[in-house]
């Protein structure tokens, strides 16, 4: 059974950083690609990053591309998202996931675990 365990949300004021981690539980992390995904209140959940399973493919979504970076660490079987520049928009629960192949992937549906969440709030 994987278990995604993400850390590093918080109260942070715009215009500030902010990175998150994401450990992930079993011995094949690097078989897999990892994606962040966003949640506001009242909202659907957005597809924020994804990594394929060596690193080497990254992709973003609109909203954020070129103030989050995505990266791995698979010798920690661990994901990582700096955010930079966050906005008041920006504040949502961040959930990290695990494709259910290698290659980058954005739709919430290709994903099929599921981290239980770390609330970012940014402050204007």
């Known amino acids: 059974q994987v278990q995604l365990v993400e850390s590093g949300g918080g109260l942070v004021q715009a215009g500030g950083s902010l990175r998150l981690s994401c450990a992930a539980s079993g011995r094949t992390f690097s078989n897999y690609a990892m994606g962040w995904f966003r949640q506001a209140p009242g909202k659907e959940r957005e597809f924020v990053a994804a990594i394929s399973g060596s690193g080497s493919t990254k992709r973003y979504g609109d909203s954020v591309k070129g103030r989050v970076t995505i990266s791995r660490d698979n010798a920690k079987n661990t994901v990582y998202l700096q955010m930079n520049s966050l906005k008041s928009d920006d504040t949502a629960v961040y959930y990290c996931?695990?494709?259910?192949?290698?290659?980058?992937?954005?739709?919430?549906?290709?994903?099929?675990?599921w981290g239980q969440g770390t609330q970012v709030t940014v402050s204007s």
């Open positions: 996931a695990r494709a259910r192949a290698y290659y980058t992937t954005t739709g919430i549906e290709t994903y099929d675990h």
